[in-house]
C-alpha cells in the first residue's frame, strides 16, 4: 500500500497533534482580476462569496482595498473579523472533535492584493491567535512581491510557526489560462514558486481537474508541472459550475460539459500515483452544499465524493 502524505498526518509528524485548517474571509479583500487591475469579471467560474460562505455572516464593506491605497481604512474592521471567524471556527472544532492546534488560512479572493502595511498587520496578528502553529496564504503568481515574501519569511523565523503560500495554478495551458480569463499566463510561476521556497515558505500549488477543453493528459500534465516546479504541497479540485457565473452560461448553451464522478476519480487515482509520497496532499474534493450549485450535482455533498474516492484508492493500492 503506498501511504500518501494527507494534510493531517503531515501535521500530526510535524506538530505531534491533529491541526485544522480556520479559513478566513475578510471583507474588502478582492481579486486583480475582478477590480479591472489585470482584467475584469474575475475567472470565468468565480464567484467568491459561494466560496467562502464566513463571508455571508459578515457586514458588506463599503469598499474594496487595493495594494496602490495608502491607507486602509477597513483595517479595524478587518482585524475584528480575523478574531471573531478564528474564535468560534477553532471553538467548533475543540468541541465537536477535540482538535487543539490551528492553521489561519486566509482562504478568499487573493490574500496578498491589499497595502503592504495591512498585510503585515493581518499576518502578524493572526500568528498572535492562541493555538496558531502556523498560516496559510491564498493568492495568484501575478500577486505577490518579494518584499510580502521576505515579509512572510522573517514572520516565520521571529514566530517559529510555519508559512505556506497556496498558488492558484489551475492549469499550466495559456491556451486554458486565456479561456477561463484568468487574467495571467504561465509566465512567472516557476519564478515565484521557486522564490518562495528559497525563503524557506512552503508552497502548496492548487490545479482544477475538468477546465474547459482540456483533457485527461493535460490536468496530470498539469500536476506534474507543478511537483516538477518544487511544490511542498498539492490541492487538486473538481470544476464545479455556480449559478451567474459566465460558466453557467456556457453550461446552459451546452458549451461546457462538466467532469463526471467517475472520470474525476479515475484521474485522483492516477495522481496519487504521481505524487511523490512527501508532498503534502491538502485536499482532493471539493463543493459546494448550497442552491447555488448547478452542476455537477455530485459536487453538493464532499462526504460522498471522499467515500468514492477512498474507495477507488483502496482497489488502486493507495492508502489516503
Ligand atoms: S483568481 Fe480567484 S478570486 Fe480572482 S477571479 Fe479567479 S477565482 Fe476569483
Sequence with gaps: MKQMLTFGRYCKRRFGQRVRKVPIALAGFTC?????????????????ESFSPTLE????????????????????????????QYEWQSDFHKNKFGVGKYMIYFQSFTNTYAPFSTLKTLYTEALKLPNVVGMSIGTRTDSVSLEILDLLASLQEEKGQEIWVEYGIQSVYDETLRFIN??????????????????????CSHIIYGLPNETKEMMLHSLKQVIDWGSDGIKVHPLYIIEKTILASLH?????????????????????????????????????????????????????????????????????
Design 182 to 203: 484568468r487574467g495571467h499566463t504561465t509566465e512567472g510561476m516557476e519564478y515565484w514558486i521557486n522564490e518562495t521556497k528559497k525563503r524557506g515558505l512552503k508552497v
Design 252 to 320: 446552459e448553451k451546452g458549451e461546457y460539459t462538466p467532469i463526471t464522478l467517475v472520470d474525476y476519480i479515475d484521474l485522483i487515482v492516477q495522481s496519487l500515483k504521481i505524487i511523490p509520497q512527501n508532498v503534502v496532499i491538502h485536499r482532493v474534493s471539493a463543493g459546494v452544499r448550497n442552491d447555488t450549485l448547478i452542476a455537477p450535482k455530485w459536487c453538493f455533498d464532499k462526504n460522498i465524493q471522499m467515500r468514492s474516492i477512498r474507495d477507488a484508492l483502496r482497489e488502486a493500492g493507495i492508502e489516503y
Design 57 to 84: 455572516h459578515e457586514p458588506k464593506a463599503p469598499l474594496k482595498i487595493n495594494p496602490r491605497m495608502s491607507e486602509n481604512p477597513l483595517l479595524p474592521m478587518q482585524l475584528k473579523q480575523l478574531h471573531s
Design 32 to 48: 486583480p482580476n475582478i477590480d479591472g487591475s489585470v482584467a475584469k469579471g474575475g475567472c470565468i467560474f468565480c464567484k467568491n
